[in-house]
């Protein structure tokens, strides 16, 4: 069995939250604010989603789908953010500028601007991710897959999502400790390929495994 190069540590991470002075009442004003914020706060409430929701996929995707469907009642507007996959954008601006370009001329058909329920304003949020280091180090593929099955969800997040978006690891530390150390670029493009957005942790790891297995098997005949 090969050995890496160099070994891979497991990093989990945790979410501190920071709440934003800037808050909305309405869809005209959750454009406003969403073109004022600072690009982490665009950050939490599309990719760091996935982190806060991990147990389990949901309808709607982002922070503010969710926003527009259950405390406006705009399910029009829920639906057409909710379509959004954040991991489909080079940079962050260029989500931004989606997402308003999206409120904007969902606006522009109507007479009057949704507003949330009492109660329900939106409040913008930002996030800094604390990297914790999990388990031993992983040499071998086999050592690689008993880590990935055993280590907490957050580590999934911080290698295939947090290391892509912010990290400016476009391949994921998966793929990319496959490819360079284990020197396994078939299995390091299929896992680079998983498509992470509407879905969970949970199942991003069961099909990361399910690629190593495989992997595994195929180097055992």
């Known amino acids: 069995m090969r050995t890496a190069k160099h070994p891979f540590g497991f990093i989990g991470c945790v979410e501190l939250r920071q709440a934003l002075?800037?808050?909305?009442?309405?869809?005209?004003?959750?454009?406003?604010?969403?073109?004022?914020?600072?690009?982490?706060?665009?950050?939490?409430?599309?990719?760091g989603y996935f982190l806060r929701h991990r147990p389990l996929t949901t309808a709607y995707g982002n922070d503010f789908a969710r926003w527009a469907a259950v405390e406006v009642r705009d399910q029009a507007l829920?639906?057409?953010?909710?379509?959004?996959?954040?991991?489909?954008?080079?940079d962050l601006e260029l989500l931004r500028e989606?997402?308003?370009?999206?409120?904007?001329?969902?606006?522009?058909r109507l007479n009057t601007v949704p507003r949330a329920e009492l109660g329900g304003a939106f409040h913008f949020q930002q996030s800094h991710i604390v990297q914790v280091e999990l388990g031993p180090l992983a040499t071998t593929?086999?050592?690689?897959?008993?880590?990935?099955?055993?280590?907490?969800?957050?580590?999934?997040?911080?290698h295939m999502v947090e290391a892509r978006t912010r990290l400016g690891r476009p391949s994921g530390d998966f793929a990319e400790w496959l490819r360079t150390s284990?020197?396994?670029?078939?299995?390091?493009?299929?896992i680079e390929r998983i498509?992470?957005?509407?879905t969970s942790l949970e199942r991003v790891r069961a099909r990361v495994l399910s690629l190593v297995d495989q992997a595994l098997e195929e180097e055992a005949a």
Request: hydrophobic letters at 45%; zero cysteines; a negative charge.
């Open 21 to 47: 002075d800037k808050h909305a009442l309405d869809e005209r004003e959750l454009m406003d604010r969403l073109e004022e914020v600072p690009p982490g706060s665009v950050f939490y409430h599309t990719h």
């Open 98 to 108: 989606e997402l308003v370009t999206i409120i904007h001329d969902h606006l522009r």
């Open 182 to 190: 284990l020197e396994l670029p078939a299995l390091a493009d299929r």
């Open 141 to 158: 593929l086999a050592e690689f897959r008993d880590g990935l099955a055993a280590v907490d969800a957050s580590a999934i997040y911080f």
């Open 78 to 90: 829920a639906e057409r953010l909710a379509v959004v996959d954040p991991f489909g954008f080079p």
């Open 195 to 198: 498509d992470t957005y509407m």
